[in-house]
């Protein structure tokens, strides 16, 4: 199962992420977690304590290992660089483990606009395309508000794309906009998830302005969650109501198979 989660900013994508690579690590599955946001947190919300957490360095500012594999520095102009740098030993070297996930940090590559030829990127694309096609039972990419990361080749590899919404209209904009992309690159199992909710009136105000989308669950307001946050403690620790309902989402993407 590979799953890609997506969303407005701050609709709680790391929160679900987290939740569902512990649920699956639970079953025995190997799970690889890959944090590909410009602003890393997930290996908080999986409950690694913070100092260790600040200690990961994202594969996207390695610059030694991007020249040693790429044979070109970031920044260095370099007129040549390989395209298919060897990427096959970084999940082992470079991911951090907690709870039985593999996490891996991937860090995103700074430039305006997409497309980026640059050592850097060639290697992500390397890497991201080795971690969907040949890791882990289990992928689970915790993802921005777009799909950047994803190319035509990597999409297909994509079981499900998941996009969280919160009730207003906002993050349900961003929502079909992320639609359209995906559309773009070929995935077509698109899901949502409801998140922070507080009542039925909020769930049925995503269900109804999002006519043509898959709801596969909620995840209610929790202040449970919050204080996860504030503590450091792992979300799946903190809300044994919460984990309940992303079991039954969980469930409801397997029944989709
Ligand atoms: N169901 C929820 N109930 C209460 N707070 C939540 C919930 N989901 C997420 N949060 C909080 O909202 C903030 C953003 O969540 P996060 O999962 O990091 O969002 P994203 O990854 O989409 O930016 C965090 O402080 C998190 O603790
Ligand atoms: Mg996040």
Same mark, same amino acid.
Do not use: C, F, I, Q
């Given at each position: 199962m590979k799953l890609a989660i997506t969303g407005?900013? *701050? @609709? *709680?994508k790391t929160t679900l992420a987290s939740l569902l690579a512990r649920l699956y690590a639970t079953e025995g599955k190997a799970v690889l977690a890959i944090d590909a946001n410009p602003d890393a947190n997930l290996a908080m919300a999986l409950g690694l304590p913070q100092d260790e957490a600040r200690r990961i360095t994202p594969i996207a500012e390695m610059k030694d290992l991007i020249e040693e594999r790429t044979g070109a520095r970031p920044g260095?102009?370099?007129p040549f660089y390989k $395209?298919?740098?060897? @990427? %096959?030993d970084i999940p082992e070297q470079f991911s951090a483990k907690i709870d039985g996930i593999r996490l891996l940090t991937m860090g995103t @590559?700074?430039? *305006?606009?997409?497309?980026c030829m640059c050592p850097e990127s060639a290697l992500l694309k390397s890497l991201m395309s080795h971690l969907l096609f040949r890791e882990s039972d289990v992928v689970i990419m915790d993802m %921005?508000? *777009? @799909?950047?990361? $994803?190319?035509r080749g990597t999409a297909q590899a994509v079981d499900a794309l998941i996009i969280v919404v919160e009730p207003g209209r906002r993050s349900i904009q961003t929502a079909e906009a992320i639609r359209r992309l995906a559309g773009d690159l070929g995935i077509e199992r698109c899901y949502v998830v409801g998140s922070k909710t507080s009542s039925n009136a909020d769930r049925q105000f995503i269900t109804s302005s999002m006519p043509d989308f898959e709801v596969l669950g909620f995840i209610d307001y929790s202040s449970k969650i919050r204080e996860a946050d504030l503590s450091g403690v792992s979300v799946f620790d903190a809300d044994p109501a919460v984990v309940a309902e992303v079991r039954g989402i969980k469930q409801g993407l397997e029944r989709k198979e």
């Open positions: 407005k900013g *701050g @609709v *709680g260095s102009k370099a $395209l298919n740098p060897r @990427v %096959d @590559v700074k430039t *305006g606009g997409s497309g %921005d508000a *777009g @799909v950047e990361h $994803l190319g």
